[in-house]
């Protein structure tokens, strides 16, 4: 018996490679597994749930026939998907979570989530973050024409690509007292998280104790998935998205 974690698709129309990939894990390791958690940034950038193009109805397709097979689906939004909403969930099966949220993992408690909160230096981002998660913003975004958001989307990508590009790595990483302040809050030996594109297993001590973050990684160029076992082993897997 085991759980599944992924992070940081980035699946775009653009890239067919990275939807083969993901429909192949859909498809053939998913079914397989108790659950599949999703951590954030499964899209590259997610204009709204009332997208009509294939490419947005074609992941939908996916979605729905894991979770009708009887395979539980879980989401975290990420800092590019945070549109993800309740349609999307209903057309899809899957259950979407809160931004922080605490699982019972085989009898472990464990705390899941995107990372972007977690990278304090990076304060440009969190004052966008602040902004667009207004609810009044979201509820007017929300009723524009399709068209609309198009255009929206696209300059937030401009801008999102080129805030990137003038920032140094050490500042889009996670600051340590943070990650220690949340798994403090929610009384958690592990997080799992993404966000970073640093895949890793970091272990350190607080108050005396182990804990363990695991970092999951993009699928710019290969796949990675946390597979983690009932018995409390786990595996970070890493292979060519071509495979």
């Known amino acids: 018996m085991h759980t599944l974690f992924i992070s940081d698709l980035h699946l775009t129309p653009t890239r067919p490679d990275l939807t083969a ?76 979570l809160a931004e922080k949220t605490r699982i019972d993992l085989y009898g472990k408690p464990i705390v899941i989530m995107h990372g972007d909160t977690l990278c304090l230096e990076d304060v440009r981002y969190l004052q966008f973050r602040k902004k667009v998660h207004q609810p009044w913003l979201q509820w007017i975004y929300y009723r524009l024409p399709f068209s609309m958001k198009q255009r929206i989307v696209s300059k937030v990508k401009q801008d999102v690509r080129m805030d990137k590009q003038s920032k140094s790595i050490a500042i889009m990483d996670v600051t340590q007292a943070e990650v220690e302040r949340v798994m403090s809050e929610y009384q958690v030996d592990m997080m799992i998280h993404g966000h970073t594109h640093r895949p890793d297993i970091h272990h350190f001590h607080l108050d005396g104790l182990e804990k363990t ?24 897997l890493h292979q060519p998205v071509s495979q």
């Open 21 to 96: 990939a993901f429909q192949h894990l859909m498809q053939h390791r998913a079914p397989q597994a108790d659950a599949l958690y999703i951590l954030g940034d499964l899209f590259d950038f997610w204009i709204g749930d009332d997208d009509p193009g294939e490419f947005a109805q074609t992941i939908k397709a996916t979605f729905k026939h894991l979770t009708s097979s009887g395979t539980p689906c879980y989401f975290v939004q990420g800092n590019r998907d945070f549109l993800v909403g309740k349609r999307f969930a209903r057309e899809t099966g899957v259950q979407l």
């Open 213 to 236: 973050r695991i970092v999951l990684g993009d699928w710019d160029h290969e796949i990675s998935v946390l597979e983690y076992h009932q018995d409390a082993s786990y595996r970070l």
